[in-house]
Structures are given as structure tokens and as C-alpha cells.
């Protein structure tokens, strides 16, 4: 459990239960069982008293967040552990939402979710190749996104969760570098508006692409959903 929540930093207090469903089992539960809210209560508050983890309300009517500590990160063998930070808590909930239920719900064209890759990981690796240091312009840094979804068919999916509005010129830049690096991107919105911000980024990125006379079998595809408001139970 505290592996997954190392890589992903936070989850909604809603969507521990899902997960814990999927865990091949815990301290706290059985396998393939689904813990009662009551002791899922109990099992959060255990953490946090244990220092384990923070939990705590940001919005009135959007659940609890789990965010794992580095005392929760060190028990699963996790050093250099960096803890989120309010401003982010959130969107990295958003994020484990959706890992959560593309993990349970197969793609009919690249079948099951069988590895995922997280920002965490994938800023560790860069940082050791030295290409993600600070200081570098925007073109130069290398854009990472919130998530790698490898298939079992082998497709590597970018996974993108957009809850507001990027600048224009950004969201482009984003968007070439992900067309051009995965064969699918698969960006989760929050309402229409950033739904035709990513739709308008695509457009451009994709006329971008042509004038540099990238082949177009060497730009990838790239889909657009809601971001879900619950994981199935």
C-alpha cells in the first residue's frame, strides 16, 4: 500500500477502498476485500497519529486526502521521499483517481493496464540523466507527464489530467512533445473549457508537426475524456 501511494503521493480518503480491494492484502486487510468505511476511518487515523501520512479536508464537498509522508515512504524501502505540497494535493488525487479506474476498466483496443510509471519515477530518472535540472528555458526542459500507462500489448500510453487552463503557447509546446514521443496521449479534463483548450493545443501541434515535415507515422494519438468523479467499487 505504501509502495502505490509512494509513487503516487496522494489519494482521495473515497478511493482507498478500491484500491485496498485490488491490494493482494494488507495489515489492514484481507485480499480482494473491500474494508468498511468505519475501518477505513480507523485504518487512516492510525496513520496519521503514526505520522504515516497527512489527512485532511481542502474543499468543502470533495473527500479527505491521504497524503503519504516520508516516515510512510521510508517504510516501503522509499528514500529521497518528497512529500506533495497543498498546492498540488489535489490534482495528484485526480491523478491516482484515474490510474485507478483505467487499471480497472480494459482498453478494447490495447487490452489491460499491466505497468504504470509515475511523475515521481519519471522525475527521478531524468534528473539522474541530468535533464531536468532548473534554470533550463521551457524548450529545453523535458516535459513530464503524470503518468506512463504501458498496455499489454506493449503500447505506451502518456497519461495528461488538465483541471485548468494552460497558456495557449505552453499547452502547445506540451502537446507536440507528447505526440511525438508516445503512440496514444490520453488527456482527463475538467468540464468543456480545457476540453477545447487540449482539443485547439492538438490542432496547432499537429500543423506545427506537418511544417517541420514530421512524418505521420511518427505522431502519436491522442484522446480526450472527462476526469471520472469516482472509482467503480
Given at each position: 500500500m505504501f509502495r502505490?501511494?509512494?509513487?503516487?503521493?496522494?489519494?482521495?480518503?473515497?478511493?482507498?477502498?478500491?484500491?485496498?480491494?485490488?491490494?493482494?492484502?494488507?495489515?489492514?486487510?484481507?485480499?480482494?476485500?473491500?474494508?468498511?468505511?468505519?475501518?477505513?476511518?480507523?485504518?487512516?487515523?492510525?496513520?496519521?497519529?503514526?505520522?504515516?501520512?497527512?489527512?485532511?479536508?481542502?474543499?468543502?464537498?470533495v473527500p479527505r486526502i491521504v497524503r503519504l509522508s516520508r516516515a510512510g515512504a521510508a517504510l516501503a524501502g522509499v528514500d529521497g521521499f518528497r512529500e506533495t505540497a497543498t498546492?498540488?494535493?489535489?490534482?495528484?488525487?485526480?491523478?491516482?483517481?484515474?490510474?485507478?479506474?483505467?487499471?480497472?476498466?480494459?482498453?478494447?483496443?490495447?487490452g489491460r493496464l499491466v505497468a504504470w510509471e509515475s511523475e515521481r519515477a519519471f522525475r527521478s530518472d531524468l534528473d539522474a540523466l541530468g535533464l531536468a535540472r532548473r534554470g533550463q528555458s521551457p524548450r529545453d526542459r523535458?516535459?513530464?507527464?503524470?503518468?506512463?500507462?504501458?498496455?499489454?500489448?506493449?503500447?505506451?500510453?502518456?497519461?495528461?489530467?488538465?483541471?485548468?487552463?494552460?497558456a495557449p503557447a505552453r499547452l502547445v509546446r506540451i502537446v507536440e512533445e507528447l505526440l511525438t514521443n508516445y503512440a496514444v496521449t490520453l488527456y482527463a479534463?475538467?468540464?468543456?473549457?480545457?476540453?477545447?483548450?487540449?482539443?485547439?493545443?492538438?490542432?496547432?501541434?499537429?500543423?506545427?508537426?506537418?511544417?517541420?515535415?514530421?512524418?505521420a507515422d511518427r505522431i502519436g494519438a491522442l484522446s480526450i475524456i472527462d476526469m471520472p468523479s469516482e472509482v467503480a467499487r
Open positions: 502505490w501511494l509512494s509513487d503516487m503521493k496522494a489519494v482521495y480518503e473515497d478511493d482507498l477502498g478500491p484500491l485496498l480491494r485490488r491490494m493482494p492484502g494488507t495489515a489492514w486487510t484481507a485480499a480482494g476485500q473491500r474494508p468498511s468505511p468505519r475501518r477505513l476511518r480507523g485504518m487512516v487515523t492510525r496513520w496519521q497519529r503514526a505520522g504515516y501520512a497527512d489527512v485532511r479536508r481542502f474543499v468543502n464537498g498546492v498540488t494535493a489535489m490534482h495528484q488525487c485526480e491523478v491516482s483517481r484515474l490510474r485507478l479506474v483505467l487499471e480497472g476498466r480494459p482498453s478494447p483496443s490495447l523535458v516535459h513530464v507527464p503524470d503518468g506512463v500507462a504501458t498496455y499489454e500489448q506493449g503500447t505506451r500510453v502518456a497519461i495528461e489530467v488538465e483541471r485548468n487552463v494552460k479534463v475538467a468540464g468543456n473549457e480545457v476540453r477545447n483548450a487540449v482539443a485547439a493545443a492538438e490542432r496547432n501541434a499537429r500543423t506545427t508537426l506537418t511544417h517541420r515535415q514530421i512524418s
